[in-house]
């Protein structure tokens, strides 16, 4: 095995280390929590990854999204991520996808994800990410982030948790509370560090995981919530 990935062992074993080796992840938006979850999964050991983001940086981005520095506002996302893959780990089988995932392009994009991560800023593209998702047959890891506030849930094709999360035809058309809130620069980290323990979780089909469940988390009063959705699959 490469040394690299010794300080996995023994949390992981060998064997495990080499399974994620063979898999697949889509990330899904390289802002706060994309640029994270793929730092994330290329140190761990997935061995490809699909970044997608049809955005380029501005100044704004620079409070909280590791992607980003003062001499990459006006790049690519997508093309940022694959010069920061290129340095971290070589070996990795990056596709950057410079586009903006939706329901016409998504099934064709991201066909050949194990898993794909919801690292998007709307509602309307978080529920047509749980569609591709289903279309392709793998599971979702939906996160979200806003201010002291994150939530994090897994979903597997068929369950549609994210129509129980956001229930509210009202709220379905916007940036949801991230817009009033804003994003601070430890909430993304937090947040995406869960969602890359979920997927490896899935891939690996080991420990609990947030399937028809989402976790709420509180960072300014410490509270984290667990509500139960739906209702599991067999």
Same mark, same amino acid.
């Given at each position: ?122 509602? !309307? #593209?978080?529920? /047509?990410?749980?569609?591709? @998702? $289903?279309?392709?047959? &793998?599971? %979702?890891?939906? =996160? *979200? ?42 909430? !993304? #980290?937090?947040? /995406?560090?869960?969602?890359? @323990? $979920?997927?490896?979780? &899935?891939? %690996?089909?080991? =420990? *609990? ?26």
């Amino acid at each position: 095995m490469q040394a690299r990935y010794a300080r996995n062992l023994e949390t992981l074993s060998e064997e495990e280390v080499a399974f994620l080796g063979g898999k697949t992840v889509a990330v899904v938006g390289l802002g706060g929590l994309g640029g994270y979850l793929v730092e994330y999964l290329a140190r761990l050991g997935v061995g490809g990854i699909m970044a997608a983001d049809g955005d380029r940086f501005d100044e704004s981005n620079l409070n909280r999204q590791l992607l980003s520095d003062a001499i990459s506002v006006g790049e690519g996302k997508a093309e940022a991520a694959r010069r920061r893959m290129a340095l971290v780990n070589p070996q990795l089988r990056f596709v950057s996808i410079p586009s903006r995932i939706d329901s016409e392009n998504g099934v064709e994009l991201l066909r050949g994800a194990d898993i794909i991560m919801d690292a998007v800023d709307t509602i !309307p #593209a978080r529920l /047509a990410l749980q569609e591709i @998702a $289903e279309d392709l047959g &793998v599971p %979702l890891v939906h =996160g *979200a982030v806003a201010g002291w506030y994150g939530q994090v849930a897994t979903i597997f094709p068929g369950d549609r948790t994210l129509d129980e999360i956001y229930r509210n035809p009202a709220a379905r058309g916007g940036r949801g509370i991230e817009e009033r809130l804003g994003n601070l620069s430890f909430g !993304p #980290a937090i947040v /995406a560090g869960l969602q890359a @323990a $979920e997927a490896v979780k &899935v891939l %690996l089909d080991r =420990g *609990a995981t947030l399937r028809n469940g989402l976790l709420v988390i509180d960072l300014l009063d410490y509270e984290f919530d667990l509500i139960e959705l739906g209702k599991q699959g067999a």
